[in-house]
């Protein structure tokens, strides 16, 4: 109830602040974009209303839910259903000092999904076995079934698909620290022949050629000269591009399904048996329900991404072993964390010790490092995605796939018992005002809390209310055991600092104290 007034108070607060006139609504109903300009006061029947007039009278029985966008990619959707959500929004909205809002309307499913449509320059040259397994169409296969062979598609690396849906445009880092990430994380850099030589990056803008990581070429189109993309800096770990063959993970085509490792927002997890190699992989089964020319370009996207993130090879960081296309399944395959989720420890055993957390941390750090040091960034930092393997170590799993699969499957927040990703966003992701690195070291501080105390902060929250406490507060709140150290204490206060450019980096942070004494008190 406190909590309640709390969020209420700080609402009428930023409402007394600024008060704009009206407000500019976009909204986005299959790609059709239409915008209006709504005077106070905004209520949902007035927001619904103006949907109607826009689109047309009919439009109420054929739109399921209204979505607000919210980030600089949009990838942040919060559920429009009453005044309640409106007025939430409108606070985080003028909190931001934004006058505008971006809305998605999300039409009601078709039920059945009968084909799927081909992917472009498919490439299964020696993966797809055509044993005459025939796809029963259920919707997850009973454990130790043979997996369905017949498939639209194996998307080669070699495919076109890897094109950003945003052109993939590029900051160079010197500017201000801010570059694209999962979901378009390949840029240009200057070729050094080492992973860890980092130089200024240019502004590249991708071309839809420009993945081409399993051949000789890779093309982009850029205002600088001698540069390759991260698939080269990547490459350069194996010695000869014959040898990028051997190192890079194939998509298993053969294998059968074993039981089911967990569950998150977007499907189902299961062990997955290389028939083949004798191998276990785990596989990320995510249901197509509902198939449009966005969701397909989306899945493309992700296809031609997930073969390139293949190639991230580092022992902090879960492999992706590539991904398949069903008629009702996309399924990506990844390297088997026998220990399960950070997440799910913590649900078994309560909190971690702090000499645990320091460990993980470091853990987690390193991964961070390596993929910051590659241009990409995680997104999705949070212990439901830290994974562990037998012997009590953890690598950085998840990255890179949640805005697609957000886009995928139409969803706004988890549905299916997991506990989301909005109280582990950084502020300038939902200020959309900058999209950078060190929004995974604010996501740290926020999964270290949650390691201590078994929640990030704001845990008490809703996530709505969540992401307004983040944007509009200077510190977030959390209490720490009493007997967690200084150097902890000040670690967590530095990730979580709020000024984006006052923030350190992963590679900052990797000798802060708390890291480096293994004992302190
Ligand atoms: N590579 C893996 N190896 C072993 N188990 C895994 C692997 N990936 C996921 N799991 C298990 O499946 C569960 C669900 O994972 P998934 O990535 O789908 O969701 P999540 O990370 O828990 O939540 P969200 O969907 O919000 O990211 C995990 O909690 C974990 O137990």
Redesign the pocket.
Known sequence: MAEQSNVESNQQQVFQRKKPAGLTVKFDLDGLVRACCLSKPITYSNLLKCIQDLYGSRTSTTINRIQCLFSRDNAFRLPIANDDDLNNVLAIAEANGSTKLNFLLIKKKIKKVSRIMPIENNDDSGSVSDDGQVDNGCESPPPGTIAPQKRLSKVSITSKSTTSSDGGIFIPESIDDTYSSGGSSVTSRESSGSEHNSRPMPIVKRTASSSNVSGSSVIISSSYSSQTSTNDILRTQCSCSAHVEKCTPQTPSNWKLGR??????????F?CYDVDNGSE??I?QIPIREINSDITREMKFLEGEINIYKQLDHERI?RYHGVLRTDDYLQIF????????V??QILNYGALTEQLTRKYTKQILTGLVYLHENRFIHR?I?C??I?RDISGNIKL??FGT?KR?IAITNQNQ?D?G????AHWTAPEIIQGNIFGRKADVWSLGCTIVEMLTTGPPWQHLQPIAAIFHIVTCNKPEYKLPENVSKSAREFIDTCLTKDYYRRPSASDLINHPFLCDLFSS
């Open positions: 089911q490792l967990g569950q998150g927002a977007f499907g189902k997890v062990l992989l785990a990320k879960v990844m390297e088997y964390m026998a220990g399960g989720s997440r799910e999705d949070k439901a995605n994974l799993g998840d949640s699969l988890p299916s997991t506990i989301g990703t």
